[in-house]
């Protein structure tokens, strides 16, 4: 499986941004896809996810961030709304064959370049 992000940039804040995370997979239906971040001296960090169970998001970006799917696409996709400078961070797509987006990054197998996310005071 091969992951390619896409869709970062530099923002203001209260802007919004959308990532992409296409993915070449042939059964990508039964793929469990996650969004993670890093910000410079900080730890990753579980953002969303989504399954065949269905979606899980941080609480830090609850009600702002949704997780969503193209399967025809075999696209994830994180749509990023009323950003803050917090959100700062280079975002990575995951995906690893289950049921469940597991909020650890260690237990997904394949994982995708990063994608810059600046947001501006």
């Known amino acids: 499986v091969q992951l390619q992000a896409s869709g970062g940039g530099l923002v203001q804040a209260g802007g919004s941004l959308r990532l992409s995370c296409a993915a070449s997979?042939?059964?990508?239906?039964?793929?469990?896809m996650a969004w993670f971040r890093q910000a410079p001296g900080k730890e990753e960090e579980f953002v969303a996810g989504?399954?065949?169970?269905?979606?899980t998001t941080a609480d830090s970006v609850k009600g702002r961030f949704t997780i969503s799917r193209d399967s025809a696409k075999t696209t994830v996709y994180l749509q990023m709304n009323s950003l803050k400078p917090e959100d700062t961070a280079v975002y990575y797509c995951?995906?690893?064959?289950?049921?469940?987006?597991?909020?650890?990054?260690?237990?997904?197998?394949?994982r995708g370049q990063g994608t810059q996310v600046t947001v501006s005071s």
């Open positions: 989504i399954s065949r169970s269905g979606n």
């Open positions: 995951a995906a690893r064959q289950s049921a469940v987006a597991s909020t650890g990054s260690k237990s997904y197998r394949y």
């Open positions: 997979a042939r059964f990508f239906s039964t793929l469990a």
